[in-house]
């Protein structure tokens, strides 16, 4: 006869009230750092930074920029309410964006809120990011212009586009504010070989297509005349602050130091401060150890991985140039990591140009 076992003595399972103990605890911390986190990322945190420029103009002396990066078409409540809760009381000269300032759809209504809360005597001016569509067209779009419709809403509100060199005057002093790209720029290539896309151009039979690419080459042969004017305007004395979304590495320095030392139309010998963004300060962090991640590209070995702060946030000089690279305001799905800021308070950064040595 089949024998089953009777349930009634089988031994007792045992429990164990610890591990049930840590499993909840460990759930309610979890949550917990969640919900601070998810707090964390709707405040906006205000750095300060000073920079020592040798030879600065005394009208220039304590001049203040605000540098902003990385929104990613982000809201800080209605119109940007907490960043402007945030700049409240702050002084500051100019406004530079250095890039990503769209949605992953391309939409730029965060960005138009936050040019709106700006004062209107104060310059915006802005250069594009990686993840921001392409802010020329040379293909029909809808409008007349070889911009497109995001770049020239932003003008709309009144933002600066930083497709070439912009002059600011104090006084007897002079700053320029240049797109970094600008420097190392061979014009006289670049305007042989508009001319020859142009005289192409004019060979194809007419179509909206070609009517939109001859345009693109006019707006880029007369950004080109803007360039040369300002290199030919600039003096040795004026300042230079360079926007660029991607941050300097040493290689591009070095570059950018061998051509601005040799001799060309530019007149430019120093660069004062290059403004960046991209890394958004590493986007998870982790406390006494910093970054968690910057792109592989960056250049810090170790495939990105813990790259240490020096060359993802803040102030560092390399080749005696000066860069500040923003810890941003968004979170972008570049760096390798889930898009979302970790034990990282998006920060926007009052800039001061001092001839005064800092620590």
Partial sequence: MKRYRDPLFAPERRR?????????????????????????????????????????????????????????????????????????GISYDIVCITGDITG??????AF????????????????????????????????????????????????????????????????????????TLDVD???????????QLLEEPESEQRAAAMTAVEYQQEQLQRIRAARRETLETDIHIALTHHPLQLSALENMQAWTASE????????????SGHYCAGQWRLPFVGAVRVP???????????????????????LGIPQYISPGLGASEAIGLPAFRLFNTPTVTQITLTSKLTN
């Fill in 104 to 109: 992953k759809d391309g939409s730029i209504d």
């Fill in 16 to 88: 164990h009230p610890a591990l049930i103990f840590l499993v909840i605890f460990l759930s309610f911390v979890l949550a917990t750092l969640l919900v601070f986190n998810h707090i964390n990322n709707s405040r906006v945190n205000l750095s300060r930074q000073n920079v020592t420029v040798p030879n600065l103009p005394s009208a220039l002396e304590r001049f203040r920029i605000l540098h902003i990066s990385d929104l990613h078409g982000l809201s800080f409540g209605a119109r940007q309410e907490r960043l402007a809760d945030t700049l409240a």
């Fill in 112 to 183: 138009l809120d936050l040019v709106d809360i700006f004062p209107d005597d104060v310059p915006v001016y802005f250069i594009i990011g990686d993840e921001d569509p392409a802010p020329i067209l040379a293909v029909p779009h809808g409008n007349a212009s070889a911009k497109a419709d995001y770049i020239l809403e932003a003008e709309s509100h009144g933002a600066i586009y930083l497709d070439a060199p912009q002059k600011i005057t104090v006084g007897k002093a002079n700053l320029w504010i240049y797109p970094e790209w600008v420097y």
């Fill in 296 to 318: 592989e590209s960056a250049g810090v070995g170790n495939k990105g991985w813990f790259p240490g702060d020096q060359k993802v946030v803040g102030f560092s000089t390399f």
């Fill in 189 to 199: 290539a670049s305007e042989t070989a508009y001319s020859t896309r142009y005289a």
């Fill in 264 to 275: 060309n139309d530019s007149y430019v010998r120093t660069i004062s401060l290059v403004l």
